[in-house]
């Protein structure tokens, strides 16, 4: 196996045509709560570091979404390509602790 075999190696090389890449949706500042946002159309209602919404490129459909709604409570909402199963683990990595941010 060579040094660019590997997933990251092609990545980096920006060999990215057999990979879907998703990045996070960037927030908005709101002047009214002063503090950045990210639209969740209803379905999050609690501000916390661990809401993310997942985008592909510069497109501004979601295919991915998380956020608080609850102490211990949280929503997800998932689309293909995503799996169930990638989307939970997704969101199991994001209520791992953020060090620093809480």
């Given at each position: 196996?060579?040094?660019?075999?590997t997933?990251i190696?092609?990545?980096?090389e920006g060999?990215?045509e057999m990979?879907?890449v998703f990045?996070?949706?960037e927030?908005?500042w709101?002047?009214?709560v002063?503090?950045y946002v990210?639209n969740?159309n209803?379905?999050?209602?609690?501000?916390?570091v661990?809401?993310?919404q997942?985008?592909?490129?510069?497109e501004?459909?979601?295919?991915?979404?998380f956020g608080?709604i609850?102490k211990?409570?949280?929503n997800?909402?998932v689309?293909?390509?995503?799996?169930?199963?990638q989307?939970?683990?997704?969101?199991?990595?994001s209520i791992?602790?953020?060090?620093?941010?809480e």
């Amino acid at each position: 196996m060579g040094k660019d075999d590997t997933m990251i190696d092609k990545y980096k090389e920006g060999k990215k045509e057999m990979m879907l890449v998703f990045n996070n949706k960037e927030p908005k500042w709101n002047e009214t709560v002063q503090a950045y946002v990210l639209n969740f159309n209803g379905r999050v209602d609690q501000a916390s570091v661990k809401n993310f919404q997942l985008i592909m490129g510069d497109e501004n459909y979601i295919f991915m979404q998380f956020g608080k709604i609850g102490k211990n409570e949280f929503n997800m909402d998932v689309q293909w390509p995503l799996s169930l199963f990638q989307a939970f683990a997704i969101s199991l990595s994001s209520i791992d602790k953020k060090f620093g941010c809480e």
